[in-house]
């Protein structure tokens, strides 16, 4: 379609007369263009790479470069986009590929993890010295008895010495 385009040559073929049909096959070529259509140090935000990616240099057999942009549009939709748009580009792939594969979003690496709740403290705490006192015990049973423990001795209700303990550990 476009001469300047970096996309396999052997796409030259035309599409189905369909041209909303797009089959996984198509949308991995589409995902394929723009990865090598991209800047090469890809560091800006996904949505500053995209307005500034020529779509013309994307387009492939008979979808233009509007058709591309639209539906990618709509394959990045469901994925991430906290990221650069090459990250974002291998996960659409991911997604092409597997579209049933858990519907969650996937989490940031960096994001920061929730603190740990007084019993889990607690939990942690305890396991190791009653596991050597006990070492006949499953690990369900030492979590009964340390559950029990806990809610026995008043661990839920925190004193202002401990309060303080835990607010300088997070």
């Known amino acids: 379609m ?8 052997d796409l030259e073929m ?3 007369k369909n041209q909303d049909c797009w ?5 991995l070529t589409l995902l394929e263009c723009m990865k090598n259509n991209l800047p090469a140090n890809d560091g ?3 949505k500053t790479t995209e307005s500034h990616l020529d779509w013309e240099k994307v387009a492939f057999k008979d979808f233009s470069g509007e058709m591309c ?3 990618w549009m709509e394959i990045s939709n469901v ?3 906290f990221q650069t748009l090459t990250e974002l580009i291998m996960d659409a792939e991911e997604h092409v590929k597997n579209p049933y594969k858990g519907k969650k979003l996937k989490k940031h690496p960096d994001f920061p993890k929730k603190p740990l709740t007084p019993y ?3 939990f942690m705490e305890k396991r190791a010295k009653y596991a050597k006192l006990h070492p006949e015990m499953s690990n369900l049973d ?7 423990k806990y809610k026995e001795g008043g661990w839920g209700l925190i004193t202002t010495r401990k309060n303080r303990k835990m607010q300088t550990i997070i």
Request: glycine residues 0%.
């Open 23 to 27: 089959s996984q096959e198509y949308m």
């Open 79 to 81: 994925v991430r986009k």
């Open 142 to 148: 030492l979590t009964k008895i340390l559950s029990k």
């Open 69 to 71: 942009k639209m539906k």
């Open 2 to 9: 476009n001469s300047d385009s970096k996309c396999p040559a």
């Open 120 to 122: 889990f403290r607690f």
């Open 14 to 16: 035309t599409a189905p």
């Open 44 to 46: 800006s935000k996904f």
